[in-house]
């Protein structure tokens, strides 16, 4: 479902004229998602983002790079800067055969993710970040043209949602889908209760976790928030679920969340019905992890976790819908 053409790098190495770049300039595959992101190896290294076709049109990648750009020039978050082509386009079109994707280049940032460095940045930290951003979000004025997903009950849980359907994850007449089905019920149901007024619900990145954050590999410590391809209109309390995408289910993740809380609220207030909704955001951030790897068998992470990623998740909606005590924070 991924997308991506097999040629990839095709893409890539036909954007390189827009940059001004020698068209033998080495390029090479940092990470394969719903994108393909390169390296761009030479004197002046940037990334370029190769975009999967039909996953985002033009004005909603203008829109994430508008609000990446704005977060660095308002506020204390550091992003990647946008690297515009030579005549001043934001994104340029890479045309291979009959076929067009859309590419966008950044500064490249040299070091390694928080999630390769564990002793380098704390979930407190992240915490912050992410509460900085919720600030920016509620008070900055987009741009006319700006439009980004929602994601919402439909997107993630219906029947056509985006990542795909977690239920491709069980095989048929698998007792353990069964479960989760009830666990997914609970969720739809609590979070429709919820609502989507103002306080709760806005522009999220919607994958900010360790993985997405880079820390310098040289200089004074800095950290860069990264990869916001997935930013659109969500509960707030969605980006707490993503601090523990794919570790739903272990031991740590309930101190990842404490720490996590702990540095939000230094920044912004969380109410209290709002802290009672973490164990469904947990389990919400599952089941939309538990589709997009059946349904992203090529990816990175995909490869990572495989088959027994729904079985974790089968246990997971066991405790979300026995245990009272999971998840509870104050």
Same mark, same amino acid.
């Given at each position: 479902?991924?997308?991506?053409?097999?040629?990839?790098?095709?893409?890539?190495?036909?954007?390189?004229?827009?940059?001004?770049?020698?068209?033998?300039?080495?390029?090479?595959?940092?990470?394969?998602?719903?994108?393909?992101?390169?390296?761009?190896?030479?004197?002046?290294?940037?990334?370029?983002?190769?975009?999967?076709?039909?996953?985002?049109?033009?004005?909603?990648?203008?829109?994430?790079?508008?609000?990446?750009?704005?977060?660095?020039?308002?506020?204390?978050?550091?992003?990647?800067?946008?690297?515009?082509?030579?005549?001043?386009?934001?994104?340029?079109?890479?045309?291979?055969?009959?076929?067009?994707?859309?590419?966008?280049?950044?500064?490249?940032?040299?070091?390694?993710?928080?999630?390769?460095?564990?002793?380098?940045?704390?979930?407190?930290?992240?915490?912050?970040?992410?509460?900085?951003?919720?600030?920016?979000?509620?008070?900055?004025?987009?741009?006319?043209?700006?439009?980004?997903?929602?994601?919402?009950?439909?997107?993630?849980?219906?029947?056509?949602?985006?990542?795909?359907?977690?239920?491709?994850?069980?095989?048929?007449?698998?007792?353990?889908?069964?479960?989760?089905?009830?666990?997914?019920?609970?969720?739809?149901?609590?979070?429709?209760?919820?609502?989507?007024?103002?306080?709760?619900?806005?522009?999220?990145?919607?994958?900010?976790?360790?993985?997405?954050?880079?820390?310098? /590999? #040289? !200089?004074?410590?800095? $950290?860069?928030?990264?990869?916001?391809? +997935?930013? %659109? *209109?969500?509960? &707030?309390?969605?980006?707490?679920?993503?601090?523990?995408?794919?570790?739903?289910?272990?031991?740590?993740?309930?101190?990842?969340?404490?720490?996590?809380?702990?540095?939000?609220?230094?920044?912004?207030?969380?109410?209290?019905?709002?802290?009672?909704?973490?164990?469904?955001?947990?389990?919400?951030?599952?089941?939309?992890?538990?589709?997009?790897?059946?349904?992203?068998?090529?990816?990175?992470?995909?490869?990572?976790?495989?088959?027994?990623? /729904? #079985? !974790?998740?089968?246990? $997971?909606?066991?405790?979300?819908?026995? +245990?009272? %005590? *999971?998840?509870? &924070?104050?």
């Amino acid at each position: 479902m991924s997308g991506m053409p097999p040629d990839h790098h095709s893409y890539a190495r036909a954007a390189l004229a827009a940059y001004d770049r020698a068209p033998d300039t080495p390029v090479r595959l940092l990470s394969l998602s719903e994108n393909a992101t390169y390296l761009v190896e030479d004197g002046d290294p940037m990334v370029l983002r190769v975009h999967r076709p039909g996953y985002h049109g033009l004005a909603a990648i203008r829109s994430e790079l508008a609000w990446m750009t704005a977060l660095r020039q308002d506020t204390d978050v550091v992003t990647p800067a946008l690297i515009p082509a030579a005549d001043g386009s934001d994104v340029v079109a890479a045309v291979v055969g009959d076929r067009t994707l859309a590419v966008d280049a950044m500064t490249f940032v040299d070091g390694c993710t928080a999630e390769e460095r564990p002793d380098a940045v704390g979930y407190d930290e992240l915490g912050q970040l992410t509460a900085q951003m919720h600030d920016h979000a509620e008070r900055w004025s987009p741009p006319a043209f700006f439009t980004r997903f929602r994601w919402d009950l439909d997107a993630t849980l219906g029947p056509a949602a985006r990542w795909g359907n977690w239920r491709a994850a069980f095989g048929p007449g698998d007792d353990a889908a069964v479960e989760v089905e009830r666990a997914a019920g609970r969720v739809a149901a609590t979070l429709t209760e919820f609502g989507q007024t103002p306080d709760r619900f806005g522009l999220i990145h919607a994958d900010l976790r360790m993985a997405n954050l880079m820390v310098a /590999a #040289t !200089g004074p410590s800095g $950290l860069t928030v990264i990869d916001f391809d +997935d930013s %659109g *209109w969500s509960w &707030y309390l969605a980006d707490l679920g993503a601090v523990v995408s794919f570790i739903e289910d272990t031991p740590d993740a309930q101190r990842m969340i404490s720490d996590w809380l702990h540095g939000y609220r230094e920044v912004r207030a969380i109410p209290p019905a709002h802290l009672a909704m973490i164990p469904t955001f947990v389990m919400w951030r599952r089941l939309m992890l538990t589709a997009w790897v059946a349904s992203h068998a090529d990816s990175d992470a995909a490869l990572t976790f495989g088959t027994g990623f /729904a #079985t !974790g998740t089968a246990a $997971l909606a066991r405790r979300y819908l026995s +245990d009272r %005590g *999971w998840m509870r &924070y104050e």
